[in-house]
């Protein structure tokens, strides 16, 4: 009996897995890489981007390259929370995507700058915050560059592995960056600092607990409390600083519920429970099961 063969994967055939069949996860994460470009598009039509449109998707793609990048680090938490493995299998693609947003973000400042590389260049030495983008461009080229399989072959599980854990220091450099840009509007960055803040947070606590890289129930709901405090707490600090005003008046301010100003440490405490319930239900369904006796075909960095 003649068996069927295998699908041939293509390098460029991204929404297939390694065994060459079509990925629902892989398809959705290309949707999800593609969203804001329709975003953008639908923006364009009914409202457009404002006197100055160039700027406007500057700034969206260098926002859209931050989330992505949160978003991978996020992966490796909710695949062993949620036991769901083949998370791992798209964590490179958002990296990537990442990149790409990074790189447009770079190459729409040329634009607007109207090709003036001479300026450009002058303008990333002499202004920190382009100076800090900058970098963190450089290292998302360099995790990019070295994302392949081949690459990991080539380099070494253990140094490929080391390499990719500047992730965290990129992420660091590009808040950073993010909060530089938005000056006084700090909601949004300290929304996205604090879940970093989580996703560190968890990191450490398995690295300096766990053998298995698994945190306890009570683990996870205590670091969601003490990050969202810490939210909080780095919000009003840092809205004393900018406005002069006593962090204490900002805190009284943080059960002032509103629709449209909903404290960023509620958000965190509110994307923290939702991964405790998620642990919840996994420890009360899923089966035990040994560790795996073979190491996964890609390293755990992010």
């Not at 080391?162 to 006084?184: D, S, W």
Request: charged share 20%; hydrophobic share 55%.
């Amino acid at each position: 009996m003649v068996q069927a063969r295998k699908p041939a994967k293509a390098r460029w055939e991204v929404w297939r897995d390694a065994s060459g069949r079509l990925s629902a996860l892989r398809i959705g994460t290309l949707a999800l890489m593609v969203l804001p470009v329709a975003i953008a598009a639908y923006d364009f039509s009914t409202v457009g981007f404002g006197a100055r449109p160039i700027n406007d998707v500057i700034h969206r793609t260098g926002y859209w390259a931050l989330l992505f990048l949160v978003i991978s680090l996020a992966v490796t938490p909710l695949r062993r929370i949620a036991r769901f493995g083949r998370l791992l299998d798209i964590r490179r693609m958002i990296g990537v995507g990442a990149f790409v947003y990074a790189a447009a973000h770079i190459a729409l400042y040329v634009v607007d700058q109207k090709y003036d590389l001479w300026k450009v260049g002058s303008e990333i030495v002499l202004r920190l915050y382009l100076t800090i983008g900058f970098i963190a461009l450089l290292g998302l080229a360099v995790l990019a560059v070295t994302s392949t399989d081949g690459m990991v072959r080539r380099l070494g599980g253990k140094r490929w592995q080391r390499l990719h854990q500047i992730v965290y220091f990129i992420t660091l450099l590009a808040l950073v960056h993010f909060f530089q840009q938005t000056k006084a509007d700090v909601w949004l960055p300290t929304f996205i600092a604090g879940l970093c803040g989580w996703l560190i947070g968890y990191r450490i606590l398995v690295w300096r607990k766990t053998e298995r890289g698994e945190l306890p129930t009570w683990t996870i709901a205590a670091l969601t409390v003490a990050v969202a405090v810490l939210t909080f707490f780095a919000e009003a600090v840092g809205i004393g600083i900018a406005f002069k005003v006593s962090p204490l008046r900002v805190l009284e301010t943080a059960f002032d519920f509103d629709l449209y100003s909903i404290r960023p440490g509620w958000l965190v405490l509110g994307a923290g429970l939702i991964v405790v319930a998620v642990d919840l239900v996994r420890a009360l369904v899923a089966k035990p099961r040994r560790p795996p006796a073979v190491a996964e075909r890609a390293p755990e960095t992010a």
